[in-house]
């Protein structure tokens, strides 16, 4: 049963163009919501996160957007760079209350490739 | 560079075997989760350890068991091993009980023969 579902496992950008990569969560206790970025033989790089108190979050070229009704959030990327190669996972805590878990449950991930 | 270290960076061994991982987390950081990353599967929580004590537990087996160390070391040990046990184990840390964001380690590939 999977909690957190990233449906595309890969997705190839131009350079300079957007990137969205989106994410599906089943459970209703989450309420806090991460992206991580992967390059190959190291481990998850945290990226940026959201809390459900809000709908959107910024940090410079990447944005989260999170949609609480769909259970959906999404990660934007603008513009897309090379180096922005690589997986990205979706991951989720019910944590942020305080009332749940911190252990995060992570998709299976999204292959970005940004092409020159 | 995280701040997580994990050792050894590879592990081979036989089925039936018993092995042992271990992982330093950021300094100051108190929390110490374990993840496993199988072929084609997302990074599955084992289990979490704060400031000595077990916390939190996922789809960790009866032959995997941790600790955490009054260094805030943590070791993951991994016996009776399997085929189906290969995969990457990732340790993160965080700075405390109540905080979402974790640093993850490079982590530890094991390959059961």
């Known amino acids: 049963d999977q909690q957190v579902k990233q449906n595309s496992p890969s997705l190839r950008v131009q350079e300079g163009r957007i990137s969205i990569l989106n994410c599906d969560y089943t459970?209703?206790?989450?309420?806090?919501f991460l992206w991580y970025k992967k390059y190959p033989a190291e481990g998850p790089t945290f990226l940026i996160s959201?809390?459900?108190?809000?709908d959107k979050n910024e940090d410079g070229r990447f944005t989260v957007f999170l949609n609480k009704s769909a259970k959906h959030l999404s990660l934007h990327i603008v513009p897309s760079q090379p180096g922005d190669s690589a997986v990205y996972f979706c991951?989720?805590?019910?944590?942020?209350?305080?009332?749940?878990?911190?252990?995060?449950?992570f998709g299976k991930g999204t292959k970005l490739s940004v092409i020159p | 560079d995280s701040g997580v270290t994990q050792t050894p960076k590879h592990l081979i061994t036989a089925t039936g075997q018993r092995v042992t991982l271990r992982c330093s987390p950021r300094s100051g950081d108190l929390s110490v989760y374990w993840y496993q990353q199988s072929l084609d599967q997302g990074l599955q929580f084992l289990i979490q350890y704060y400031n000595g004590e077990e916390r939190a537990k996922g789809n960790i087996l009866e032959r995997f068991s941790a600790q955490q160390f009054p260094d805030l070391h943590s070791e993951l040990n991994l016996s009776s091993l399997e085929l189906g046990d290969s995969a990457l184990y990732f340790c993160a840390s965080s700075v405390g009980l109540a905080v979402n964001e974790q640093f993850f380690g490079p982590g530890t590939r094991l390959t059961v023969l």
């Open positions: 991951a989720a805590s019910a944590g942020y209350s305080g009332a749940g878990s911190y252990q995060l449950t």
């Open positions: 959201i809390s459900s108190i809000k």
């Open positions: 459970n209703s206790m989450f309420d806090y």
